[in-house]
């Protein structure tokens, strides 16, 4: 629904104009998502990744925020005297470079180092194997008003911890924790709440369980068949 306001106030499009067609994952999102445990460890097994994680899928541009994110895993390290592992994937190369090497010199300066993983670009089937293996997805993303990475953590039964802004809250719903994405204080102390916590995690995955079963792409595909039919009819 932000969108659609910001499409009003910037571009002048009546408000009557505008329907809403919230985002559904890819299709290999429902394809592996009732990857078992086996094959997850099977798909992951050549990264040699640390038995607990969170994960964050982003390519490095300023406004995924990763800069606040490692310095947020420094406070919990410091504060907590707990250290908290933090895979990511996306590509650190060409345009990308400057802000990842940023953020990995920022993390050796923190001595966090050890703690970040980076994979760069992961297949569909790893993708899916990291979110379902991962303790919870992670993402300070700055830019919305909504973001693909939270509706695939929704479908995989994933929990979150996300940014407090644009309309996040209302697709997150009860399935993720949310922090003020400006403040790596506020951001760290939910992912350390997330970490530590196995029943509030198993409680967050449930409820994203039930938000998926309306993220489909069968619904998907009624929404926009609802949206032409109306487009077409002679009444309009």
Known sequence: ??????????????????????FIPAGYI?????????????TLKKYNLPEKFIFYPAQFWYHKNHLRLIQALGIIREKYNTSVNLVLAGNA????????????????????????????????SEMVALYKKSLALVNPSLLGPTGIPFVEAIVLGTPIIGPDIWEIPNIVGKAGVL????????????????????????????????LAQSITPQDHAKQWQKIIEEALSPSL
């Open 1 to 22: 629904k932000q969108g659609i306001e910001d499409i009003h106030k910037f571009l002048g499009v009546s408000l009557k104009k505008a329907k809403v067609v919230p």
């Open 30 to 42: 429902y394809k592996y998502r009732d990857m078992a445990t086996e094959e997850i460890e099977a």
């Open 93 to 124: 190369e060409g345009k990308y470079k400057k802000i990842a090497q940023l953020a990995f010199s920022r993390a050796k300066k923190l001595g966090i180092a050890s703690q970040i993983t980076h994979l760069g670009y992961v297949s569909d």
């Open 179 to 210: 922090f003020n994405p400006f403040h790596p204080e506020d951001m760290a102390e939910k992912i350390y709440l997330i970490s530590q916590d196995a029943d509030l995690r198993k409680k967050l995955a449930e409820e994203a369980r039930l």
